[in-house]
């Protein structure tokens, strides 16, 4: 014969209607006369022979019929629940059936920002003759010039602009890992007083827990509330840029079609007879047209999202 502590898991009122004076109850496995014949478990925690204390081992021996009694109340699901900072181990064949994961204490670093702008310098070319229509040549485009018998270069102009943010989000994640598996059946009574239903001992690091989706109160045990997800809000202030400077530069009238070989330099107010180039590009320096940035700081934050509360021994 042996004898179990496993635990009754109901609130105040229901122990006292259940007949049971504490948390731990004692019940007898097999077949004898008196359970407290000393072969098992004591009150005290302590044991001896086959005895299994359910409330400090966790669980009990396989095959003698122990297991957690508990209470399920109508919408709550029971469940074992890992939580720790360490990824969980897998669930046992007792719990083998639906898994749940989620976590507590989100970690999520404000996200990494900057701005800068893009310049627009550009000048004025007209060509074959130095009267005809102006054609806008952007700063650092090579062209064709054609055939000129005069090429023109003036009017340097800036544009206003462009605003380059950068946005760099750290990965977020949960700190504490939370882990849930149902039992792979259904949950009977067995030796369980009436109401409850006997729940398979949990894994190592594992508890024994009802759980239900929302935030809600607990009807007993050690309330916990996990998170199934996040909402990610993090980001940057606006990337802006001021007014642009001036545009100078030269043009530089070049024999190849990249602008990188045999080229003359010219000033950017000339009518000039082109000297054997059939390519021209307008060349500008980093302070040409330069804006100022504004000064951008990280915003937003992640939330949480899903609360489940999990009910454990």
């Given at each position: ?17 259940a ?33 299994v204390?359910?409330a ?9 019929g ?79 010039l ?138 500008t ?29």
């Amino acid at each position: 014969m042996m004898r179990v502590r496993t635990f009754c898991l109901l609130a105040p009122v229901t122990l006292a209607l259940a007949g049971c004076p504490a948390l731990l109850q004692d019940f007898t496995i097999g077949s004898g006369n008196d359970a407290g014949d000393g072969s098992g478990s004591d009150s005290s925690g302590g044991s001896s022979g086959a005895g299994v204390d359910a409330a400090s081992e966790g669980g009990s021996e396989s095959g003698s019929g122990a297991c957690l009694c508990a209470l399920v109340p109508t919408g709550w699901t029971a469940v074992e629940l890992y939580v720790g900072a360490a990824p969980p181990g897998i669930c046992n064949t007792a719990y083998g059936g639906a898994g749940w994961t989620g976590g507590q204490d989100l970690r999520a670093d404000p996200a990494t920002c900057t701005c800068s702008c893009a310049t627009h310098c550009s000048v004025g070319v007209r060509t074959p003759q130095c009267g005809d229509p102006e054609t806008r040549w952007p700063s650092g485009q090579c062209s064709s010039l054609g055939s000129p018998g005069q090429i023109n270069v003036a009017n340097p102009a800036a544009a206003p602009c462009t605003p380059q943010p950068t946005t760099t989000t750290p990965d977020a994640g949960w700190n504490h890992v939370a882990r849930a598996c149902a039992p792979r059946a259904p949950l009977l009574q067995e030796s369980c007083p009436a109401g409850e239903v006997c729940a398979p001992a949990p894994d190592p690091s594992y508890r024994v827990c009802i759980r239900q989706d929302g935030d809600v109160a607990c009807p007993y045990g050690t309330r916990s509330i996990e998170y199934a997800s996040w909402g990610d809000a993090r980001g940057c202030s606006p990337c802006t840029c001021g007014s642009p400077s001036a545009c100078g530069g030269s043009f530089v009238e070049c024999v190849d079609p990249a602008c990188s070989s045999q080229c003359g330099g010219l000033g950017v107010s000339n009518c000039y007879a082109p000297t054997g180039g059939n390519y021209g590009m307008y060349v500008t320096s980093s302070s040409d047209g330069a804006c100022q940035p504004s000064s951008v700081q990280p915003s937003g934050s992640a939330t949480p999202q899903q609360p489940v509360t999990f009910c454990c021994l």
